[in-house]
């Protein structure tokens, strides 16, 4: 496939933006393959993600950004985000002891579905060692005590380890860990969680015990970004499942393990693809 740019923008709407932005493009012969954009009423924020073959556009990769940041930045208040298809990003999973999510993970990189690079799965426990074998991906343990009392020295670590690896971004595959701030800090909206309800109820720990006390008629499962706030950043995907009084705390956790790798997986998929935009504490997914 022909390698694309991608620009993902938002600024304060205002007529204009989307004739400028692709005159930009087709002035320097740049051929547009995709074009989506969304405007918040409430907020008067445009949005827009627009991606162009690099074959014959004029201008060379490394200066795009800079033509793009001089001509629209101050002008439309612009903030702007530039990728390219061929750089493909390099994803650490996070793990603890449930195999479910990164056994999904696993085979959909394996299956092709995921233009991504996986160069290590990094863990509080040996348990899953066997699945990185498995897929030829090297594995990193790191415990921490019961009192955290080496948990800053473990995520220095950690973070030396990511930075080795070129990680691009980290997903978090049931790992049964509270990040530091200092490690949220160094990838804002880089971090992908899925969290086993359907936020923002049942929030923290054993959310399948408080549906089940609660006597709820769905359950679901959240996938979002993670921000120093527990299980408060900008939601990425969401599903949901029904279910009857005749389920039990067990039923629920067996039944949202099926969810949770699902919605995992499509937030996953969209954050390769570049698909996603946050503002505030809210994303923009688009098609």
């Known amino acids: 496939m022909k390698q694309t740019a991608i620009l993902l923008l938002h600024c304060p709407d205002q007529p204009g933006i989307i004739s400028e932005m692709t005159r930009f493009i087709t002035d320097n012969k740049g051929n547009i393959v995709y074009l989506d954009?969304?405007?918040?009423?409430?907020?008067?924020?445009?949005?827009?993600?627009?991606?162009?073959?690099?074959?014959?556009?004029?201008i060379p990769r490394e200066k795009i950004k800079d033509y793009i940041d001089t001509l629209y930045a101050?002008?439309?208040?612009?903030?702007?985000?530039?990728?390219?298809?061929?750089?493909?990003?390099?994803?650490?999973?996070f793990v603890s002891r449930m195999s479910h999510c990164l056994y999904d993970l696993l085979a959909r990189w394996k299956a092709g579905e995921f233009?991504?690079?996986?160069?290590?799965?990094?863990?509080n426990h040996e348990e899953l060692r066997y699945?990185?074998?498995?897929?030829?991906?090297?594995?990193?343990?790191?415990?921490?005590?019961?009192?955290?009392?080496n948990k800053a020295e473990v995520e220095a670590?950690?973070?030396?380890?990511?930075?080795?690896?070129?990680?691009?971004?980290?997903?978090?595959?049931?790992?049964?860990?509270?990040?530091?701030?200092?490690l949220i800090r160094q990838y804002p909206n880089h971090i992908i969680n899925i969290h086993h309800s359907?936020?923002?109820?049942?929030?923290?720990?054993?959310?399948y015990h408080q549906a089940y006390q609660r006597g709820v008629k769905i359950i679901g499962a959240t996938s979002h970004y993670v921000t120093t706030e527990l299980d408060a950043g900008p939601i990425i995907e969401q599903?949901?499942?029904?279910?009857?009084?005749?389920d039990t705390p067990e039923s629920l956790a067996?039944?949202?393990?099926?969810?949770?790798?699902?919605?995992?997986?499509?937030?996953?998929?969209?954050?390769?693809?570049?698909?996603?935009?946050?503002y505030k504490n809210r994303t923009i997914i688009f098609s």
Not at 39 to 48: C, L, Q, T
Not at 198 to 207: C, D, M, N, Y
Not at 239 to 246: A, F
């Open 239 to 246: 599903d949901v499942t029904r279910i009857t009084h005749k």
């Open 157 to 182: 670590e950690e973070m030396a380890l990511l930075r080795e690896k070129q990680v691009t971004f980290i997903v978090l595959a049931r790992y049964m860990q509270i990040l530091s701030d200092d």
């Open 74 to 93: 101050q002008r439309y208040q612009m903030t702007a985000n530039l990728y390219f298809s061929d750089r493909r990003p390099r994803m650490a999973i």
């Open 131 to 149: 699945v990185a074998e498995q897929f030829g991906i090297p594995y990193y343990v790191w415990s921490i005590n019961k009192d955290h009392s």
């Open 198 to 207: 359907f936020l923002p109820a049942f929030v923290g720990a054993k959310p």
């Open 115 to 123: 233009e991504v690079d996986i160069p290590c799965i990094v863990s």
């Open 254 to 278: 067996l039944k949202g393990k099926d969810l949770e790798k699902i919605v995992l997986s499509r937030a996953v998929s969209k954050h390769i693809e570049r698909k996603i935009l946050t």
């Open 37 to 58: 954009q969304y405007v918040d009423k409430e907020e008067g924020m445009f949005f827009m993600r627009i991606e162009w073959e690099l074959d014959g556009f004029v």
